[in-house]
């Protein structure tokens, strides 16, 4: 075990070099956000992150979250953490000032979620949710919900879920069965069992907002019959106290193979019948509404679930550094040295290295995606507006899939640095593969996102901005042939025969969508890795461009700089020549699988 | 949870088709091995598979290995399963007759101990590191010590345990300190701690055989001065009858990410002074020639521990398939049928595939292995026996690397497709995947394998083996180009790229050794996963070539060499692309890293 620390250095870069924090601050909704906000704000969440939330990490996997008669006891040392989290003011950073929240960018947000996530990946979902539920509630909630319920989520006070899930219903909404009738004074009864619902209860704050899908009495069958309703665990009175307990529970929790310190509850509503039959909910927006809400949630808990690939990964990469080169075991084969650390070792050093290079590609993918959400915000055209929303609409999808697939990989490689001790659950290295494993499968498993980039962010516009991110990728790959630079050149000739690969397999894929469907299907998870790969090399390719004009210049740390761009070609010969491979194998299809039926499956 | 089904008719087919099982029985070591034994032997291990260790897995992942203060319980009955184990004859099955073995060849043995690690892995590590030691034994010990052990240790009745491990001592065995010193009557005192000793006490037997590495004094520094000796956990008297408690003791069992079952142990020799201090032990062969002796167990272990990877690989296919045949979700996307089964997705369809088609190709790989040691073992002619036993040696880091990385990311698939519920502990998809973690470590790191497979087994005769290697993948090449069907050519085609990529990266490893040997080292493990791929497509187009014979002469069952057909494509299309990204990785070397210190993992 090793304490975390937080990368501040690679995540100012990343905010000031490729995402372009710098110029939020010249639009009016963030003129708060100058640099030196931004280091204190960096500083003191990395304090909070190293000092609070990374030493419970451990306790909270080997004591995990308990259902007590009372309900869900979280783990100890997780509720004073909680409250010191809100009252340092970092659960409402980036949420809008008039009602409590600080209103600074996402760009900013992003990095001291990061270092969260990080620190406890656990502790971090219930934020991560409440932020989700904030999000629906500013779009569609009446205003009389609204000053109920939305500064207390946004100090932290209360926390908020979703809940989507039911038994028969995991990937496919449209079969959700709960259901909810309209009662007096425009309330409902909501009827019906949750499942996989994080944060359902905890002893962390005295009231939990729930918003639950469910279908009104007549409403259409399938996915336009769904509609949102709030349902806060305790009934709140008109001058803001806590009423009654409402008729929503945590019956049971799971046993889970990671995140064992966040509560994953089976919730039942209206089932214990207090309120003779059905929680109290209100309708949230329009009937049947529902899943277009859920939606507005889910694209942001989505960048933040990529998020926790990469923050775990970055944990596990720590770890590993700090393991490696304590550990000596074998002598240099270069030097002959006798018994040296273990990041001596080609192989090692490989490995951290690639541990290194594909965590910072995916932090700038996401921090890029911030960057672009927040110029959506402070943006007046409707048309730029629109052109930065459908940019982080684009990436969103990349930067859920990748971060969270790099996540599981790198935590793997990080158990490798280890050996056999990476294998014992005391050192720590293996609770961090064993939490990301979910990161590829909730908030939309990574098939969902490669369907979802092909089918909603590549097509939906006739890949108008997929030709926007060709571009950007395209420049940089001039920028770096113009450079007359050779570690340069290499990296540009690598990014530029990797664009091709994607650029080649989206017009595959645009020119079989209709006649060969299955097989456009059968592509789109290797298509995705495709872009991810691609992107990486973007940004690495970006980093490696400015590290460089700083080092002629010679401004800044050209030690920093020196690694940033090794770390950038590293990338190119380790990742890039992948695109490639990805690009044959979506050209592909599915075309061996033809014609075939169960048969296929049989030995 | 599912039961478990041996894949009977893919091991045959590979058996037959790939591994010249049908010919060994021209062999006069194994004239017993008919097509008819062949067919009951693995009927009765698929049983014994099915009937009684696959239902115990969950129970010992749930329950786990307990230290007692008389020493360590196993799990709730697997003192009986392995009584039944033993009585059925399975721990034998390819040992020795003169000692009580069957003397069948490997290449059946290795399709029962495949059964064997996909019903139960932690079952099969005891029968594992037991074999290892009784080749040991037949390698090296005297005929005294033979005549007392190896019939005890080949029917079961004892079991095995190979003690390397040091806290300071792992991959790097010249660090080992623990040591011996002659005692009366020719046997020795040793005094030390091992660690991660896998099955190092239990209650399975009523005794254990410890084969320890350890240190003569004045034994020469390093890897040149560790001997051998067997430290039975009780002593054995003259007539065969159990003696004294020898003082070697289980101190602790390590806490694990996966195989609970399977006890870990600290084992202390020598530390409790029962006999005045030491444990009795008796030297094996040569004074410190243990290294050299623990190899010949290691590369059969080695070989054992990448069929784990693609037992467990076959499990997880196996549970991922039950529940996506079972589990409705969602609207067919081609036919437009409303809630179908999770299998009807092309995505989830990619999924299996991709599982079946890479634990087929390692199957294989892992199968003419045995086919090879088997000939090594059959034929007399002392050059043929070096190319058979020069072949195999090239292939077991091939298939010890490629089979547990590829078991890591099977099972990783296998948790994906179950989505939510894969990563609830109760449906046991997780177990799978925290079982395979430690197959990359142990016995030797992936890292330590592609070294071996670089430094030995590819230059140690100048590239002669490979050479032979390069040359039967080429004559696949050929075959499927010549073909005349489509489906073959386009296998052959992408294969033949994929060896270009393979031949090329040796050429440049070759020209690379001597001066940029940090550059070689670091490239090592993609030309081991490049050798991997290759290798898969080799067998894979092999095996579409034996199916496409029998369908065009009317034999056997056609929708399953279609099946195999189709595999094999599906293999080509989604892994054969990767090798060249790979040869461009190798070929790249560690140039981005060049000049390079610590300040590479600066953030």
Known sequence: MSDYIAPIKDMRFVMDELAGFKELSQFAAFEEATPDVADAVLEEAAKFATGVLSPLNRIGDVEGARLTPVGVATAPGWKQAYQAFC?????????????????????????????????????????????????????????????????????????????????????????????AEPDVDGAYRV??????????????????????????????????????????????????????????????????????????????????????????????????????????????????????????????YQQALGYARERKQGRDAVTGEALVTLDKHPDIRRMLMLMKCRIEACRAMAYFTS??????????DPEEKKRHLFLAEFM????????????????????????????????????????????????????????????????????????????????????????GKPELQGIGQRLGLALEAWTQASEW??????????????????????????????FMGKAALAASGHIDAGEGDTAFYRAKIASACFYADQMLPQATAYGETVRAGDRALLGMGDELFMN
């Open 87 to 179: 009252a340092a003011g970092w659960n409402g950073l980036s949420a809008p000032v008039e009602f409590g929240g600080q209103g600074l960018p996402d760009t900013l947000g992003i990095a001291t979620r990061e270092m969260v996530c990080s620190a406890n990946l656990s502790f971090s979902l219930g934020p991560l949710l409440t932020t989700g539920a904030v999000s629906a509630l500013l779009t569609c909630a009446s205003d009389e919900l609204k000053a109920i319920y939305l500064e207390k989520m946004i100090s932290g006070a209360w926390t908020g879920t979703m809940n989507l899930t039911e038994p028969q219903a995991g990937s496919d909404l449209a079969l959700i069965r709960a259901r």
């Open 191 to 316: 009827f019906g069992q949750k499942i996989f619902i994080t944060y359902g209860d905890h002893d962390m704050t005295d009231n939990i907002v729930h918003l639950v899908l469910a279908r009104l009495p007549d409403a259409p069958a399938g996915v336009k019959g769904i509609s949102m309703f709030l349902v806060p665990k305790f009934l709140v009175n008109a001058d803001g106290s806590l009423g009654a307990r409402n008729d929503a529970y945590c019956v049971s929790l799971e046993h889970k193979l990671g995140i064992h310190a966040s509560p994953t509850c089976v919730m039942a509503f209206g089932d214990a019948g207090t309120f003779g039959g059905g929680a109290i909910g209100y309708l949230l927006g329009q009937p049947n509404r529902g899943l277009e809400y859920m939606f507005i949630m889910m694209n942001e808990a989505r960048l933040g679930v990529g998020l926790q690939g990469i923050a775990i990964a970055e944990r596990s």
């Open 371 to 380: 960057g672009q959400l927040d110029r959506a915000h402070a943006v007046t």
């Open 396 to 483: 969103i999808p990349i930067v859920k899939g990748g971060g969270t697939e790099m996540g599981i990989e790198v935590t793997s490689l990080g158990i490798q640095i280890w050996g056999g001790m990476g294998f014992i659950e005391e050192t720590g290295a293996a609770q961090h593969w064993r939490d990301s494993r979910i990161t590829t499968i909730y908030e939309g498993t990574t098939g969902i996102q490669a369907n979802d980039l092909l089918f909603r962010k590549l097509m939906r516009d006739q890949g108008a901005t997929a030709k926007v991110v060709f571009g950007e990728v395209f420049a940089i790959v001039k920028a770096l042939g113009a450079s």
């Open 509 to 538: 894929l645009a020119a079989n969508a209709k006649n060969s469907l299955s097989g456009v299907l059968s592509a789109a998870v290797p298509y995705l890795h495709l872009a991810v790969t691609v992107c990486g090399g973007w």
